[in-house]
């Protein structure tokens, strides 16, 4: 079965240092890979998306993430982070292009925390 | 282009009574997926559906229901709503090929 995890549930980063946050899935096909970002009391904004390719991808708001599949890894990094990152994260590992298959699975999220 | 629109934004209801959320999808997009997501179990899925059937359904009782009109918009319904259906309840849509979904701001729901 198709699975995500994040390891980390809370981060707290300072203002400026880099971020990593880190995700590894489980999916039996080639997956198709996406983090999606959540502020407080809203809905999930896609940040970026794998779905093949260049294994490095570049997202929104500085975001980019790279696909290791020897270690079924698609981590998200920010080199600088600004206090308005500060929110909830999520990778997800979806179904592709082929309706009718397995919805989006998604990790547990990791809160980041962004501190002067 | 307008997003993925979600009424109403907050509900308060009462045990045994029942809920009707709605779901407008971004224009040209006919798949809509609805997640519950809760602290306990995170995001999890519900159904989906794609030109008014449903093709997928997650693993929630039948008081969880949904439908799609021809517009593409879409509803949910929670009959004999429990204490623990108290949950912000995400719509997404996709495009034809289902690969990339867009979600909306949510519907929080209380149930007391």
């Known amino acids: 079965a198709q699975s995500v995890t994040q390891p980390d549930i809370h981060i707290t980063v300072s203002e400026g240092a880099s971020l990593e946050l880190r995700c590894n899935y489980s999916?039996?096909?080639?997956?198709?890979l996406f983090w999606y970002v959540q502020s407080p009391g809203q809905g999930l904004q896609l940040l970026l998306k794998?779905?093949?390719?260049?294994?490095l991808v570049q997202g929104i708001k500085g975001f980019e993430a790279e696909f290791k599949r020897s270690q079924s890894s698609f981590n998200l990094r920010k080199p600088s982070v600004h206090w308005s990152d500060a929110a909830e994260y999520f990778c997800?590992?979806?179904?592709?292009?082929?309706?009718?298959?397995?919805?989006?699975?998604f990790g547990k999220g990791t809160r980041l925390s962004v501190i002067a | 282009k307008a997003g993925v629109t979600q009424t109403p934004r907050y509900l308060i209801k009462t045990r045994g009574q029942q809920v009707t959320l709605s779901c407008s999808p971004i224009?040209?997009?006919?798949?809509v997926s609805w997640y519950q997501q809760t602290p306990g179990q995170g995001l999890q899925f519900l159904f989906e559906?794609?030109?008014?059937?449903?093709?997928n359904k997650g693993n929630f009782p039948g008081r969880f229901s949904g439908r799609q009109f021809s517009n593409s918009r879409s509803e949910m319904n929670v009959s004999t709503l429990e204490l623990g259906d108290s949950a912000l309840y995400l719509c997404?849509?996709?495009?034809?090929?289902?690969?990339?979904?867009?979600f909306g701001p949510g519907t929080r729901l209380l149930v007391l």
């Open positions: 997404a849509s996709s495009g034809q090929g289902a690969e990339t979904q867009y």
């Open positions: 559906y794609f030109s008014e059937t449903q093709r």
């Open positions: 997800a590992v979806g179904p592709g292009f082929h309706p009718g298959n397995t919805p989006l699975v």
């Open positions: 999916y039996g096909a080639t997956p198709y």
């Open positions: 224009s040209g997009h006919r798949s």
């Open positions: 794998y779905f093949s390719g260049d294994t």
